[in-house]
């Protein structure tokens, strides 16, 4: 047998990153059937997510919008790729550094996979399964390149692509499978009747106008933000919720026992701090759980605890101020969104909603832990990184309709204004220079919530400037000062430039 490999340093190139690309697949599918979120890709975006500096992350989020994980997923694939090439380039000289490449990976993959929160020892077996298969099928292709056989090699690449497609298609199928056992369950919960039903906005709560958003907005088109690149997918049977820290005794929830609590349900308007002025990062629904405040007085809170730091079951943590808990606000834990149990996308089985704070210092989706303890002693996740411990949410109001185009005589301008728990008392809108004129406002039930708006306006033919301001319920204009949303929200009017024709 001649001991040369005769392949040249692009087949070995392109061997490497086949053999990588095979060993990342095979890995998925290991973690799809295990625990998702161990994924190798799944734990090196989170862990990328975790570790690089609130600039670059904003850069990257303003020139990519929600495009950011999927976008990072498919970086961090290349990347491997191209590290299998670097391998395959290395082994053609030396096996030893070859394997040393791979290693490399694997424990790369394994660091992450141990450092992330909530995940044990056992997710970082993908990412060494991974790079293993990867090493073994350069192995496989350095001795067949040695017997000199050009069908083994290219045997080698057909097979190792064949076996990482497979293991693709597999994952895509256990990827479905794991999560079809949690929306089963999700399926088969049955919501008990609220013990205090909501408010009812009224019948002027929607002008049920086109293009205008309605008051409920329904699960499948809720905004969702939060940090998982794989959502938590949590087995209610195994869930539970712990209070602890400075309270008097710690107490521990299932969900059969919140079920069986008072349940109270609330219309409550949800936004995140990084809505941009006029963004889509808004959204309202009907709450079902129980009362945070009387889940935690339970336990007995120390009166110095003036944080209250949620955690989810994936690490990530919310810190909100415990007296806003406590004033009278319907903060709680819901289990259901607009009549039915949460979904996994936002939060299932339970989150937090806390009126008045945006979703960074309040909504934590997927909770499994409420710790009493003091905004001196811990920051939460996103104020680690540049944001703000909590203040108001900032009122803002949106032009929904027309938004670029419109036919010339009466056309209805019509959108919605939040300034949650304090409320809208007033819209108003300025066509070009013109005067403020008063909108119409819908019926609502309490400060919670958004509240449409509604104004005819005689359209000329032409380009025209809309701009929409609000005012909150304690009579305090939005401001037309222009702040982006770091650290604690942005402000501005809305405006929008329509062509009447
Ligand atoms: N576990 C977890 N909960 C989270 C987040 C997150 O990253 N992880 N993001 C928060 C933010 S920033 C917002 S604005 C709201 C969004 O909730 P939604 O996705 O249901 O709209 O969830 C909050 N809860
Ligand atoms: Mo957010």
Redesign the pocket.
């Known amino acids: 047998m001649n001991t040369t490999h005769p392949a040249s340093a692009r087949a070995w190139a392109l061997a490497g990153s086949v053999a990588a690309l095979a060993g990342l697949a095979v890995g998925h599918l290991a973690a799809a059937f295990a625990a998702p979120r161990s994924a190798p890709l799944s734990v090196l975006a989170d862990a990328v997510i975790a570790v690089v500096p609130l600039e670059v992350s904003h850069w990257f989020i303003d020139l990519v919008g929600t495009a950011d994980k999927p976008l990072l997923i498919a970086g961090l694939a290349i990347g491997v790729a191209v590290a299998g090439a670097v391998a395959g380039l290395a082994w053609r000289r030396s096996p030893q550094v070859g394997l040393a490449v791979f290693a490399a990976l694997g424990v790369i993959g394994a660091a992450a996979a141990v450092s992330r929160p909530g995940l044990g020892a056992a997710a970082a077996i993908p990412s060494i399964l991974a790079a293993g298969l990867a090493a073994l099928a350069l192995t496989w292709w350095d001795v067949q390149g040695r017997k000199r056989t050009v069908t083994g090699r290219r045997g080698f690449l057909g097979l190792t692509a064949a076996l990482g497609a497979a293991a693709v298609a597999g994952s895509w199928w256990a990827s479905r499978l794991g999560p079809a056992a949690i929306e089963a369950d999700r399926d088969a919960l049955v919501l008990p009747e609220p013990d205090v039903p909501a408010v009812e906005p009224g019948p002027g709560a929607d002008f049920e106008q086109a293009g205008l958003s309605s008051y409920w907005t329904p699960n499948r088109d809720?905004?969702?933000?939060?940090?998982?690149i794989t959502v938590p997918r949590i087995d209610v049977d195994d869930w539970s919720l712990r209070v602890h820290g400075m309270v008097d005794r710690e107490r521990t929830y299932t969900m059969e026992e919140l079920l069986g609590r008072e349940l109270i349900e609330r219309d409550i308007t949800?936004c995140?701090v990084s809505n941009q002025v006029g963004g889509e990062?808004v959204?309202n629904a009907r709450w079902l759980g129980v009362s945070l405040a009387e889940l935690l007085a339970e336990a007995g809170v120390d009166p110095a605890a003036d944080q209250l730091v949620s955690r989810?079951s994936?690490g990530?943590t919310?810190g909100s101020p415990t007296d806003l808990v406590f004033d009278g606000r319907d903060a709680m834990i819901a289990l259901g969104m607009n009549g039915a149990p949460l979904p996994v996308d936002?939060?299932w089985p339970a989150r937090l909603v806390i009126p008045g704070l945006?979703?960074?210092v309040s909504?934590?989706?997927?909770v499994t832990e409420l710790e009493l303890t003091t905004f001196d002693a811990y920051d939460a996740y996103w104020i680690t990184r540049g944001w703000s411990t909590p203040r108001p949410i900032k009122t803002q109001s949106r032009i929904d309709t027309p938004r670029s185009k419109a036919d010339s005589g009466t056309v209805v301008v019509a959108g919605v204004a939040w300034a949650q728990h304090r409320g809208i008392s007033a819209v108003e809108l300025r066509v070009d220079n013109g005067d403020w004129r008063e909108c119409a406002l819908s019926d609502v039930a309490t400060g919670d919530t958004w509240r449409q708006w509604l104004v005819e306006w005689e359209a000329e033919p032409g380009e025209h400037t809309l701009t929409v301001r609000a005012t909150d319920g304690e009579g305090i204009p939005q401001t037309s000062e222009v702040q982006g949303v770091v650290p604690d929200g942005a402000t501005g009017l809305h405006s929008v430039t329509v062509t009447v024709s």
């Open positions: 809720f905004y969702r933000i939060d940090t998982a949800l995140c990062l959204g989810s994936d990530w919310a936002h939060g945006y979703g960074y909504a934590t989706k997927w």
